[in-house]
């Protein structure tokens, strides 16, 4: 008895020490829905890794980075992306996590590339600035998402405030279903220009792109310290053929505090081994690169991230 005990416990220590030691790994990686940056950018990731065969990647769609930071502290998953005020918040339990315990349990790995703050119509809509959605439905994301905290924040910025809209938390497919049938006015998604969902959907529908104004920027800057003024260049999708001001967010590659901290390291040094690798799906004029990657980082890093950029002669705070 004591035998079939003992073999019972030294089975699960050994699969516990495959999941986050040497070996063969699995890693649980959060992104957001199918057809975001986020899905897209673990997709070039899991094929760098793979390749090297000591990691398994799976991919685990989620409501974005809220969800993902949630999951990170629960230990659903392993890695994920976040936006860098979302991870902020969290945690500090500050915003959206104000009233909850902070999250502790993620730290950073790297600054990847700048989320933009999207605002989308059809063309045909009569919207052509933020003020025209008073009275209109639109949806601000789906619930625990980045992209609902951005739409919250633009909106309080111009006093646009609960009843004036009709907010709707759909995800990225109910929304551009809903968009091209004309059940809801607008809809604001936070990724990185290009975002393939919708770049599918100009591609089946005329859309256009809200200007956030400078005066309103301004105040989401000082309001809040983890935005940046952006452009969406020209061309980024089919239709826009002019260059739209917005609001941007950094995204951040995050980890759970359990991996090791040798995996850690490992999987930053081949973040910028194969930097090259994600040129073609990054917003333009974004680089991967050891100076961006611990720029304005808002939480602690991982202490395998901090071992790589040590031995970069980079110095950042770890906990």
């Given at each position: ?35 975001s ?14 390749r ?7 991919i ?17 998953i ?7 005020d ?68 633009i ?40 975002m ?16 956030i ?35 941007g ?20 040094e ?11 799906i ?18 602690p ?18 906990d």
């Open positions: 008895m004591k035998k079939t005990i003992l073999s019972v416990l030294t089975v699960a220590f050994l699969s516990s020490f495959a999941l986050f030691g040497c070996g063969d790994s699995e890693i649980k990686f959060g992104t957001a829905a199918k057809n940056k986020y899905d897209e950018f673990a997709g070039v990731m899991k094929s760098n890794l793979e090297e065969g000591k990691y398994r990647i799976t685990v769609n989620s409501a974005g980075s809220a969800a993902n930071v949630r999951n990170l502290n629960t230990g659903d392993q890695m994920a992306l976040a936006q860098n979302v991870s902020s918040d969290a945690y500090h339990a500050v915003g959206a996590f104000k009233g909850g315990f902070p999250l502790h349990d993620f730290a950073a790995v790297a600054s990847i590339y700048t989320e933009s703050c999207h605002v989308v119509v059809r063309a045909d809509s009569s919207i052509y600035k933020m003020t025209d959605l008073v009275g209109k439905k639109v949806s601000i994301g789906e619930l625990h998402s980045g992209s609902e905290q951005n739409a919250k924040q909106l309080n910025a111009y006093d646009v405030i609960g009843y004036q809209v009709q907010s709707l938390n759909y995800n990225y497919d109910e929304a551009t279903k809903n968009l091209i049938n004309g059940s809801v006015d607008a809809m604001f998604f936070t990724g990185g220009v290009r393939p969902v919708l770049v599918q959907l100009s591609k089946q529908v005329p859309i256009r792109l809200i200007p104004d400078e005066e309103q920027i301004k105040k989401v800057m000082d309001n809040y310290k983890f935005y940046t003024k952006m452009v969406i260049p020209a061309g980024s999708y089919v239709g826009q053929n002019e260059p739209v001001t917005t609001l967010i950094k995204t951040l590659l995050v980890a759970s505090r359990t991996m090791d901290p040798e995996d850690v390291e490992e999987i930053t081949n973040l910028f081994k194969n930097a090259n690798s994600f040129t073609p990054l917003p333009g004029g974004d680089v991967i690169s050891l100076e961006n990657a611990v720029e304005g980082v808002s939480i890093f991982h202490r395998g991230a901090a071992r790589y950029y040590h031995s970069k002669n980079i110095k950042v705070k770890t």
